[in-house]
């Protein structure tokens, strides 16, 4: 049996994932770290290679798959994280492309089907029976990203603060927010201001409110229940924007953090009238599929299995 191993790297808004595994599909050792979107941090590439560093020397690694943030949409950035991972990597075949592209091919294991992502930022991916692909969203926090964590979390910091003026209705967020952030509800504009100015990543932290949001509306608040409606809504238009790409019955499925809320997802399957398939695989393992096929390793069930499990296990599964 070969010695041969693969690396895969999962990179978004909130977090990096780089992961080694052998022919079997075990993942033998991972590596996490920050966000490494370039549109938004500009320390992603100092966060990228201090995790792809324990990997360098790996003697057996024999192919790279990186999937990465904004890769092939700016074509300035695109050519920086080429050069990042080249560098890192010279002599070894290697396959570059977008992080939510690698999500499908997880979620479906390299089969048709549409993606529904939301992470720190949201998109739909459509890959047809002919392989061809379209997509939707992604369009970054100021322009678009719908229905994100980072959407999420801006809506509730809107929705606290015109309760707290009257202009919406009271919310449980508010005492919960000021409470997570550890900051004097006594003084809310001073408080939230100071920590909205004191930010060192703000589509990050400001997506992790999402998390916050999601806890509330399991307690009943009518506020967070309709961000959460509003939320779906939105990644419902992504689904029906990609759709007649596909066979009219092609399965849908899902990726990224922000679909830890039960809520979220049964209102979007709601909005969408048929429950998605269960993800086959979680991103880094898409990325570990390319890898794969760059040395025409036999793929079968065995194998999607092992890093399924192995994945889970080394909490490799979100976005």
Not at 43 to 64: G, K, S, T
Not at 208 to 219: E, N, P, Y
Not at 244 to 250: E, F, K, L, N, S
Request: hydrophobic share 40%; net charge negative; aromatic share 6%.
């Amino acid at each position: 049996m070969s010695s041969e191993l693969i690396l895969g790297i999962d990179g978004g808004g909130s977090k990096v994932l780089v992961a080694l595994a052998d022919r079997n599909g075990r993942i033998l050792q991972t590596s996490r770290g920050g966000g490494v979107n370039p549109m938004d941090n500009p320390n992603w590439l100092q966060e990228l290679e201090q995790h792809l560093a324990p990997f360098r020397d790996e003697a057996r690694l024999a192919a790279v798959a990186a999937a990465l943030p904004a890769y092939g949409e700016v074509a300035r950035l695109s050519e920086l994280q080429g050069e990042a991972i080249k560098r890192t990597f010279p002599n070894l075949p290697r396959q570059i492309l977008n992080d939510v592209d690698a999500a499908h091919l997880g979620a479906f294991a390299g089969q048709p089907g549409i993606l529904i992502l939301s992470g720190t930022g949201s998109m739909s991916w459509a890959r047809n029976s002919q392989g061809a692909s379209a997509r939707a969203g992604g369009w970054g926090d100021i322009l678009g990203d719908e229905g994100s964590s980072h959407w999420i979390g801006r809506k509730a910091l809107n929705l606290v603060t015109q309760s707290l003026d009257g202009r919406t209705p009271p919310t449980a967020l508010a005492q919960a927010l000021f409470a997570h952030l550890d900051v004097d509800a006594a003084d809310p504009m001073n408080a939230l201001g100071g920590w909205i100015s004191s930010l060192t990543n703000p589509r990050a932290q400001i997506a992790a409110l999402s998390t916050l949001v999601d806890q509330i509306a399991r307690g009943g608040d009518d506020g967070a229940i309709g961000l959460i409606d509003q939320a779906a809504g939105e990644l419902a238009r992504h689904h029906e924007a990609v759709a007649g790409y596909c066979d009219p019955d092609a399965e849908w499925s899902y990726a990224g953090g922000t679909f830890s809320s039960q809520i979220l997802l049964g209102k979007l399957e709601q909005r969408i009238g048929r429950p998605p398939a269960s993800p086959r695989l979680p991103p880094i393992g898409g990325a570990l599929l390319v890898a794969a096929q760059l040395l025409d390793w036999p793929l079968d069930e065995g194998w999607f299995g092992q890093i399924a499990a192995t994945a889970k296990g080394g909490d490799c599964a979100s976005k």
